[in-house]
């Protein structure tokens, strides 16, 4: 079993930042990527991006380029989303996920992700 645990959401005026943390716990593997999802409410669970094992390679879906980054530190089994000028349509619960081993440079689909913390809210006020 892999445990996911996130912090970090909260409230935030319109073009601020928050930085979100997810620990990885349990049997991951080795070289396993690692990504965010969010959701906000009435709508379906979206991709936000995914990071590599290494931290060579990111990806992250059009709405969010530019402003948000993920990072990573392997001795801590921690994944990092800092998000900087953020908007109101970022409003949602976040979610890290497991994307699977072997993506020791390369990063997985969206799909391959099937592992799941609790969520942490984002809300970002106008």
């Known amino acids: 079993q892999v445990q996911l645990v996130e912090s970090g959401g909260g409230l935030v005026q319109a073009g601020g930042s928050l930085r979100l943390s997810c620990a990885a716990s349990g049997r991951t593997g080795s070289t396993f990527a690692m990504g965010w999802f969010r959701q906000a409410p009435g709508k379906e669970r979206e991709f936000v991006g995914v990071i590599s094992w290494s931290g060579s390679n990111t990806y992250y879906v059009d709405s969010v380029k530019g402003r948000f980054t993920i990072s990573r530190d392997n001795a801590k089994n921690t994944v990092y989303l800092q998000m900087n000028s953020l908007k109101p349509e970022d409003t949602a619960v976040y979610y890290c996920?497991?994307?699977?081993?072997?993506?020791?440079?390369?990063?997985?689909?969206?799909?391959?992700?099937?592992?799941w913390g609790q969520g942490t809210q984002v809300t970002v006020s106008s």
């Open positions: 996920a497991y994307c699977g081993g072997g993506y020791y440079y390369t990063v997985p689909l969206p799909d391959r992700c099937d592992r």
